[in-house]
């Protein structure tokens, strides 16, 4: 069964035209992460929501914003892609919180939204 | 301090030889040491974790070896397989941080 469901797989968008991405869990994790992947490079954060706490990492372009409308959704909206931003956006989630078993820190990684940029 | 150093970049190895990924770090604080494998086209996918607690963690042919005086942490695939050939990103984290520094990745290729 699906954990962490990313829609659409694939997503073609002109240059300056906005997209949002979605991004579902079942797993009832409390944290959600939004990651850019670019061919052959490791997954770049972006910003994380700890529950409706919303965490922006220092680089990431003011044109990403986020939104968490409840626990289980997140949405990646990009306000004016450029060329730039065509990458892989993966969507992950934590349980997060206290305690030290392994899966506390745990990262649940979807399958990803291949973003295209014309 | 952040950053998780991964080597080697690259690797080709026969099938049924031994993979051995390396990956370093400076911050004392990790406290969360995981392996993730991804194929192309596919979102990463936890292969094993481990703790500062212990010096080694096996699950099936994956194992890690965890050296906290030289923080250094490593990925050994026994019997390699074909099926294998990802590519393969250590990360780094610790509890209060809810965030991964993930090292830069290394693509394996298993030959038949």
């Known amino acids: 069964d699906a954990m962490v469901i990313q829609n659409p797989r694939y997503q073609v968008t002109q240059f300056g035209k906005p997209v949002t991405l979605s991004c579902s869990q079942t797993l009832n994790h409390n944290v959600m992460y939004w990651y850019q992947q670019k061919s052959s490079q490791a997954p770049k954060l972006l910003f994380h929501?700890?529950?409706?706490?919303?965490?922006n990492e220092a680089d990431t372009p003011d044109n990403f914003q986020s939104r968490r409308p409840n626990t289980s959704f997140c949405f990646l909206d990009i306000r004016s892609p450029g060329l730039g931003d065509a990458a892989m956006y993966l969507c992950a989630t934590s349980r997060g919180g206290s305690g030290d078993t392994l899966d506390t820190d745990t990262q649940y990684f979807g399958p990803g939204t291949r973003l295209t940029v014309l | 301090q952040q950053q998780v150093k991964q080597s080697p970049q690259s690797l080709i190895v026969q099938k049924g030889g031994i993979s051995i990924i390396n990956c370093a770090y400076e911050?004392?604080?990790?406290?969360?040491f995981p392996w993730y494998q991804q194929f192309p086209g596919k979102g990463p996918a936890l292969l094993i974790a481990?703790?500062?607690?212990?010096s080694e963690k096996k699950e099936g042919r994956f194992t890690i070896s965890f050296n906290k005086s030289a923080k250094q942490f490593s990925l050994h695939i026994m019997d390699s397989q074909p099926g294998d050939s990802a590519t393969y990103f250590c990360?780094?984290?610790?509890?209060?941080?809810?965030?991964?520094?993930f090292g830069t990745g290394t693509r394996l290729k298993v030959l038949a």
């Open positions: 929501y700890y529950d409706k706490d919303f965490n």
């Open positions: 911050n004392t604080a990790f406290d969360y």
């Open positions: 990360a780094a984290s610790s509890m209060v941080a809810y965030k991964y520094i």
């Open positions: 481990i703790r500062p607690d212990v």
